[in-house]
């Protein structure tokens, strides 16, 4: 079954791949159906890009409340493979993790603390980093600690989310990276970094999506313009919420498997391909996925950050199973 799977979906997916905007030819995307420890090792390696230096494994800790975050089980392979310090930055709303203090102990109740070290990136500050694109965001504000690390792996998990309609390696790297104030930054379309508040300048749904593109360009860009970063999203308990949220709905989505590639807009695409193309049945319902999405014109962030040159909508799709 799920052979067959890979195989319709190589033959919707690829129909669309040629060219990348530039002329050049189009990233792969590699996909395992093995969500588990070996399978994300696996499509890891398949990127035939070596991790190496401080390595930086940029996750979601998770909301205090929530089941869906990746959990360590399935990431303690990798991250030990690559000798990675696991990554986050404080949020920009009430809950657990909004403090440091608060988002340690979250992140020790989650387990992470037993297969590596975190590194709550804000804890003593934050840097700027430029952006290319100004049209909203005139800089990027992101934890201090980021300034310490050679590599950085994106390890998604790909889901819905109450503000971007959708979340993949693109809001993982934008608002994950950012620091607390980076957050209200973006959020706020460049408007105020103040997180008392960025709610009042919330209005502007395109120019939050597309400030988060240029945000995550300007993360993919310190690392060397992308050579010293790759990405990977877990589309496994797809629930309509982010992992932000205490009380997420249950995933009416069947787990698919972990995709990976050097380019960011062509893997979100690839797992945006996916859940759209899903044939709706028992068990199995994309429905409230896509309604989310539609309503926050959530793939507007992956038509913008191609328009800014982060990546490519075109792809490969490569089955590694």
């Known amino acids: 079954m799920k052979k067959l799977f890979l195989a319709a979906m190589a033959a919707t997916v690829l129909c669309g791949c040629g060219a990348s905007p530039e002329g050049n030819i189009s990233p792969k995307v590699y996909m395992t159906t093995d969500i588990s420890a070996e399978g994300l090792v696996k499509v890891y390696e398949a ?3 070596e991790a190496t230096g401080n390595v930086a494994v940029k996750i979601s800790t998770g909301e205090p409340g929530g089941k869906n975050y990746l959990k360590p089980a399935l990431i303690k392979d990798l991250v030990q493979k690559v000798n990675g310090t696991i990554v986050e930055c404080n949020t920009a709303y009430k809950g657990r993790r ?6 340690l102990e979250a992140a020790r109740e ?62 993982n790297q934008s608002i994950g990276n950012a620091s607390s104030h980076g957050k209200a930054y973006i959020h706020s379309s460049g408007q105020t970094t103040d997180m008392y508040k960025m709610w009042d300048y919330f209005g502007n749904q395109i120019g939050f999506l597309e400030s988060m593109a240029a945000a995550a360009q300007s993360v993919h860009d310190y690392f060397d313009n992308g ?48 859940v759209f193309n899903i044939e709706p049945s028992e068990g199995n319902d994309n429905g409230p996925l896509l309604e989310r999405i539609a309503s926050k014109h959530g793939t507007h962030i992956i038509d913008y950050a191609e328009q800014i040159g982060l990546g490519s909508k075109k792809y490969e799709l490569v089955n590694i199973d």
Do not use: W
């Open 47 to 49: 990127l035939g890009v």
């Open 98 to 103: 909004n403090t440091t203090e608060a988002h």
């Open 110 to 171: 989650h387990g992470f603390f037993d297969i590596a070290n975190v590194d709550i990136m804000d804890a003593d500050g934050e840097i700027k980093i430029p952006v290319k694109d100004t049209t909203h965001i005139k800089y990027n504000i992101v934890g201090k600690n980021l300034a310490n690390y050679d590599f950085m792996i994106n390890l998604a998990h790909f889901k819905g989310h109450a503000m971007g309609g959708f979340g993949g390696v693109l809001k």
């Open 227 to 274: 050579k010293r970063i790759i990405y990977i999203n877990v589309m496994n308990n797809m629930s309509v919420d982010c992992d932000c949220n205490a009380h997420p709905a249950d995933p009416l989505l069947k787990d698919v498997g972990i995709l990976a590639s050097t380019d960011p807009v062509a893997l979100d695409q690839a797992c945006i391909d996916i």
